[in-house]
């Protein structure tokens, strides 16, 4: 998957943007605050149909204007296209307007490394579960469904909880209901740490240069084995009394948690910040492997503002695992970090303004 074209009009401080991508490797060079970040985030717009910088959409229009808009021509001849004004935002893919931000989302998959990936390990489960549940969501429409689902029953369930007669009856439907929709969401979340560790660990391991492995515990209150109903039904059984004293829903995946373990130990309490950020650098790299893998494409990456926390000897490995057939996107305030012989593109932003700059390899 790649974006051959983007046309932005008055996305943040991009004003009027026409950009002819390379299909590999593209550099955004620029200074502080000059919009190279507001680059990568509308193309993880067209990806996730949200800004991963912002909830209120309307911060992404240009200020004192009246409406944003992003256009872009994938590899597949799709087109792609988001107008965002005051009145809320519609999509459209091949001029067909989109309705659900389901059907758009993972149309052109943008796998996003930012610095605040680096507060993934210490943040809150919530964040890691909304983290993974994203990039989940891109690889599978039935996932997005599945979780809103859970999520109107889940909110139904604990809005009769908090009603001050709750009728047992209505509750055990809900309650058989919820577990329905879980089960599937608990096996996808199982398989997607299962077979997401071996890719962390190789990678880690050509990173650090250790044997050191790398696992994401996934916890959740019942294995994807055996009969999960049963097991599920007995946890919420174990938990109603509870449940009915706290007005709320104890027992489900909206408590589910990711843990980074680093040769058996939680990565929060062993590693060092360095170790956390190439730790998730290699999530990331596992985590196109894993699309690759399962969609037989790559996803587009965007690195944003990695390199300068790089010595140079990692921004060199990082660069040199990028597979050859990938679109990748990255953002540096200084053009000597990126280290490689491919032949690439570089685009200077300044205040807003995107140039590119001739000559392929640095
Ligand atoms: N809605 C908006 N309208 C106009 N300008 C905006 C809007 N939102 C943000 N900006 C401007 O965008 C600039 C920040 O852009 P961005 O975050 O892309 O910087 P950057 O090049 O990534 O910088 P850094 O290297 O510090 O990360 C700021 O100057 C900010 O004022
Ligand atoms: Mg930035």
Redesign the pocket.
Known sequence: MKIHNLRLR?F??LNNVSLKFHSGLNVIV????????????SLVFLSSGRSF?VADDS???????EF?SIDADLDNSTQLKVVISDKGKYMQINQNTVKKLSDFMGQCNVVLFSPDDLNFISDTPRRRRHDIDLELGKMSNQYIGLLSSYNKLLTERNAHLKSNSVDYDYLEILTDQLIKSEEPIICIREKFSREIIPYISEIYQKLTGTEALVSLEYKSPVSCDGDISSKLLQRMRDSLQRDIETRMTNVGIHRDDFIFKVDGSPVLHVASQGQRRMLMIAYKLALVELIHKQSKTYPILCL??LFSELDSGRRKSVVEMLPDAMQVFI?T?DLSFIITDRDHYVFE?E??QVRQKLGGSV
């Open positions: 008055q943040r401080n620029g200074d502080n605050g000059q919009g190279k970040t507001n680059l990568v985030e910088r911060l992404l229009i240009h200020t004192a204007k944003a944003d503002d953002t305030t932003v205040s807003g």
